[in-house]
């Protein structure tokens, strides 16, 4: 019944943007602090950005502050929005929940409750 679906992905030259979507079932995503995550293969993931139940957000640098998070809490669906895409970002992006009291401080500090499937975002000419 937890689950958590990332859509939006997709693939568009450098430059172009993407907006991706994370909806959560079976729980309220509002309780928790949430985050999206990217991996490339070979790679760790690291996180990207985060929003808190108050609505604070964290953002990594290197998105160098192209992408922004938000939460519609009415639809429990976390969004990205990523502007100006470089072939860097290209990678699957995660959306995760946690649990750690602590979450909204530090991408670093993560505790992860439930993950999502993922969904691909292609940055190439």
């Known amino acids: 019944q937890v689950h958590l679906a990332e859509s939006g992905g997709g693939s568009v030259p450098p430059g172009g943007s993407l907006t991706l979507s994370c909806e959560a079932s079976?729980?309220?995503?509002?309780?928790?602090?949430m985050g999206w995550f990217r991996q490339t293969p070979g790679k760790e993931r690291e996180g990207v950005a985060s929003i808190d139940t108050n609505g604070r957000t964290l953002y990594a640098d290197a998105i160098k502050g192209r992408f922004t998070i938000s939460q519609d809490n009415a639809k429990d669906t976390m969004y990205l929005q990523m502007n100006n895409l470089e072939p860097g970002d290209t990678a699957i992006y995660y959306c995760?929940?946690?649990?750690?009291?602590?979450?909204?401080?530090?991408?670093?500090?993560?505790?992860?409750?439930?993950w999502g499937q993922g969904t691909q975002g292609t940055v190439s000419s």
């Open positions: 995760a929940t946690s649990l750690h009291p602590l979450c909204g401080e530090s991408l670093a500090i993560w505790l992860v409750g439930q």
């Open positions: 079976g729980f309220t995503a509002s309780a928790y602090c």
